[in-house]
């Protein structure tokens, strides 16, 4: 049951139950869609960009609890934040999740705060594409590409 | 043989008389295995069944004291290996009820079986402005051939749909049949639900209006005695690992005439009689359709998993899965939140579900640590999961070997989800 509480934090139930920022933005002016063909998981981010910077972030889709409470808090953590710094953030992130355990990422990064919940990911290797899809769906919204992501 | 073993045989076989599935457990290793430190409770039977010994030693055997290349050589290996694959041919026509062994081909399952039928049958007979009709109910491996025939020959795909409970709407089957369908493929046992469909009925009409019968069988040959020539099916195709046989045999049953008429599907070694630069004679039945060296320990293993299912006998298995799923309904329907997707008023072995407000991954990633192997997600059959407007299900499917205390074991793992999440 240890495993599984570290997987399932509260943390990340409430933000599951109760997700964040869980709307279209009325002055949107990126979108992504995101797609896990293996669990049919769906997800679509949206972004309001102000320059380089990301004023603000929502998304919609259907998921299990990771990958809901994953893009939860990642529109949290990226508001406010550069495209440079959100990218590095989720360098960050998937070095948690995936477990490499050396950084990479430079000393100037930013710091996972909230994010650390999902530390027990690491410990269920099918479940990081889960918690890495909002992630890898940002990414693509950041960079404006039309395509849909997948997961595979 | 050893003394204890004879004794621990004699036992076995009284075991069977009255289905004593503690003994039955003990013919298959894996069974004993512990999973973070649990005992394996294995509900992940409709994805692949376990093996049981005599199936595992089938397989060892060959390679130890049999391994050699069949219908090639004139020594004595070879001969010993192509009476041994033959064999398991012999048994798989008697497990189907075909008339023939020429009406047995081996494939590598039941999805390469529906590719062959598809691009060799297909591609000959059917041409612009025919229809398939498929189901509502498919699995992705019979549906997806049917699209890319339906390309290449500018056809139509029309899909007969389901009610509420998961049964096949027959109503609408017979609208929807017409002088151009040309092909109906449907499964006998839907892998998402559990849904024993109407086939021997489906077959009927179907060939009232002129169309040829596949029937999805992958499902069906683990839980069900089969006979091809009651059903009247043209063809009809199975996976060996999921009756208890190693992985990479499967096969497809087609009518000798059918079979005779149609085209090669691949060429190569075996399914040739000559060849010139000019020109290739094709072999005979069911070899022409068996070009290159098959899966030779497989196809001696299906043969041995059906000896074993023949020494336990399909009419008990089913009846001990039958018991398990009404157990496993009635326990189950019982935890609050709880929907089965899928109560067709015929069903085998195949329990889908939905907790209210927690989503299968979570269910499956739960259990797994609980030692409990159970399959979440769309089960290959994406349409089945939009009509009941879900992204994914739990699926536990039942086999034989397993219990009613393994049954208790899930509904107390769930009940631990529901407290997870609470």
């Known amino acids: 049951m240890s495993d599984l509480r570290d997987l399932y934090q509260e943390v990340i139930l409430d933000h599951y139950k109760k997700p964040r920022n869980f709307h279209e933005l009325s002055g949107g002016n990126r979108r992504s869609d995101g797609y896990n063909p293996l669990c049919g998981d769906r997800i679509s981010v949206f972004l309001e960009m102000e320059g380089d910077r990301v004023k603000d972030a929502g998304f919609l889709g259907t998921g299990c609890a990771i990958s809901t409470a994953s893009a939860s808090l990642m529109t949290e953590s990226v508001k406010g934040k550069t495209r440079e710094e959100a990218e590095a953030l989720f360098e960050k992130f998937h070095e948690l999740v995936a477990g490499s355990g050396e950084s990479k990422a430079g000393a100037g990064a930013p710091s996972l705060g909230k994010l650390e919940v999902f530390s027990g990911v690491r410990e269920f290797p099918v479940r990081v594409k889960c918690a890495s899809l909002a992630w890898h769906t940002l990414k693509s919204a950041l960079e404006d590409t039309a395509e849909t992501v997948s997961t595979e | ?422």
């Not at chain 2, 069944?49 to 397989?59: F, G, M, T």
């Not at chain 2, 046989?245 to 599907?265: D, F, H, R, S």
């Open chain 2, 1 to 422: 043989m050893t003394g204890p073993g004879v004794a621990s045989a004699g036992t076995r076989s009284a075991a069977r008389e009255r289905f004593d599935v503690d003994t039955i457990r003990e013919d298959f290793p894996i069974l004993r295995r512990t999973v973070y430190g649990r005992p394996l409770v294995y509900l992940d039977n409709a994805a692949t069944s376990q093996k049981p010994r005599s199936v595992i030693d089938a397989v060892t055997r060959y390679y130890e004291s049999e391994n050699s290349n069949i219908h090639r050589g004139v020594h004595y290996l070879s001969e010993l290996a192509t009476r041994e694959y033959e064999a398991g041919r012999g048994r798989v026509q008697r497990f189907l009820g075909a008339a023939s062994p020429s009406e047995i081909i081996f494939v590598r399952g039941t999805t390469e079986a529906i590719n062959l039928v598809a691009a060799s049958y297909g591609r000959s007979k059917v041409e612009a402005g025919d229809e398939i009709l498929i189901t509502w109910l498919e699995h992705h491996s019979n549906i997806v051939p049917w699209q890319l025939l339906c390309e290449q020959q500018r056809a139509r795909l029309v899909v007969v749909p389901i009610d509420d409970r998961g049964d096949l709407r027959m109503d609408e089957f017979d609208r929807l049949l017409s002088p151009r369908t040309k092909i109906v493929a449907v499964s006998h046992i839907s892998n998402a639900l559990g849904t024993i469909n109407p086939i021997e009925r489906i077959v009927r009409r179907a060939h009232e209006n002129g169309a040829v019968v596949l029937v999805d069988g992958a499902q069906a040959a683990p839980h069900i005695a089969i006979d091809v020539q009651k059903m009247d099916c043209d063809f009809y195709a199975i996976s060996g690992h999921k009756m208890y046989a190693p992985t990479g045999v499967g096969v497809l049953y087609g009518k000798e005439k059918l079979l005779e008429a149609m085209p090669p599907y691949q060429g190569g070694g075996d399914m040739i009689r000559s060849v010139s630069f000019e020109k290739a004679t094709y072999n005979s039945l069911p070899y022409k359709f068996e070009a290159g060296t098959p899966n030779v320990e497989a196809g001696i293993g299906i043969g041995a998993a059906i000896d074993y299912l023949d020494s336990i006998g399909l009419g008990r298995i089913a009846a001990h899965e039958q018991e398990l799923l009404d157990y496993a309904t009635r326990v189950l329907t019982d935890i609050s939140g709880l929907r089965v997707i899928g109560t067709a008023r015929e069903k085998a072995s195949v329990l889908s579900f939905v907790l209210e407000g927690i989503h299968p991954h979570d269910i499956g990633t739960i259990l797994d640590r609980e030692g409990i192997a159970i399959r979440t997600g769309h089960h290959c059959a994406q349409p089945v999961m939009e009509r009941f407007g879900v992204p994914a299900t739990a699926r536990a499917s039942f086999a034989f070997y397993n219990t009613k205390a393994e049954i208790d074991a899930l509904a107390a793992a769930l009940r631990k989800v529901i407290e997870v999440f609470r």
